[in-house]
């Protein structure tokens, strides 16, 4: 990661050209399959407006899981059990004590974590939230949250337990790595989510791609496994009459096993939406946006969630163990 970093960070990011966000038509149909970056930092610029104007005409929303299921007490009380069960996998002695320590000088409780994943993973989060990550502001959180308001569907590809169990179900050495990883002081989280939004920003999926390869701790699990289970639910919103927006990770949708090739083999043909090919409107005086020509009906469907809001209480200052569902091990 560092070496990619070094490389990046020397070549100059241009202004966009090119969303990161891919069309498909199919008889009376229209999807629109989005690259999401989880957490932003709060001096990040807003949401090109394409994402708003893709998701108001839509008729349904399609996030990796219902965040208003993922944010419920009873998926947070799954999350812990499994962060407590070691299935007779167990931390090193230094290397979980390490972990502690530096949880409990952040403030944060670490002592029903006894898996590799759950430290890994809080660790993480800890590290993003002081560098003022803010995951509200995640791409598709707040396409999830202006949904509710406009009243438009929403469907998880995976519901709060399938999503939770993909962490431990990445090999126990693969989690080693994670924790390592975590821990280890020469990592600079702020130019790694900074290169992550840059290239996001850009639209540039094939550099995105190469910031994960199939030899990163937990790549089959996390990114192959979920992608091969997702497809054949994305291939079938394409039976549906109206709009359907797809917002995942956006390392899912790169490489031979990412989304859009897997779409590509099905005979489809994702086009990404670039710039010059919007249709301009004025919003306001003097004050252009860029709009994407949608020819299906703006029909809207009936909520059939609702938000679950859970918050830090002052015992539990910034536990990122609790707030984990809108963390980075999505990327």
Not at 223 to 244: F, H, K, Q, T, V
């Amino acid at each position: 990661m560092r070496l990619l970093l070094a490389i990046f960070l020397c070549l100059p990011i241009h202004a966009a050209q090119r969303h990161f966000i891919w069309a498909i038509e199919h008889n009376n149909s229209r999807v629109y399959i989005a690259g999401a970056i989880h957490g932003m930092f709060p001096d990040s610029p807003p949401l090109p407006p394409v994402y708003r104007t893709i998701l108001d005409a839509a008729d349904r929303l399609i996030l990796e899981t219902d965040f208003g299921q993922l944010s419920s007490p009873d998926s947070i009380q799954y999350w812990n059990e499994r962060a407590k069960t070691s299935s007779g996998n167990l931390v090193p002695t230094a290397l979980k004590s390490q972990a502690q320590v530096t949880l409990l000088n952040a403030g944060v409780a670490p002592f029903h974590l006894e898996t590799a994943w759950a430290l890994a993973v809080t660790l993480e989060d800890l590290h993003a939230i002081n560098i003022g990550i803010d995951f509200d502001r995640g791409v598709d959180y707040q396409l999830y949250a202006q949904s509710l308001e406009n009243g438009t569907d929403v469907i998880g590809l995976a519901d709060y337990q399938e999503h939770i169990d993909v962490l431990p179900s990445v090999p126990f050495a693969e989690q080693l790595q994670w924790l390592e990883s975590a821990l280890d002081p020469q990592r600079d989280p702020h130019a790694e989510w900074s290169l992550q939004l840059d290239l996001w920003r850009a639209g540039d999926l094939e550099a995105m791609a190469l910031l994960d390869s199939p030899t990163t701790p937990g790549y089959e699990q996390v990114y192959a496994a979920r992608n091969r289970a997702w497809l054949p639910a994305i291939r079938n919103l394409l039976d549906l009459p109206g709009l359907s927006f797809v917002v995942v990770g956006a390392s899912h949708l790169g490489r031979a096993d990412g989304i859009l090739e897997g779409l590509r083999r099905m005979g489809f043909h994702p086009t990404q939406i670039e710039q010059p090919e919007l249709t301009l409107r004025q919003s306001s005086p003097g004050f252009w946006v860029p709009v994407p020509n949608l020819s299906v009906g703006t029909t809207v469907m009936e909520s059939s969630t609702d938000l679950e809001t859970w918050s830090p209480t002052a015992e539990q200052p910034q536990d990122a163990a609790q707030r984990f569902w809108r963390a980075r091990w999505t990327p």
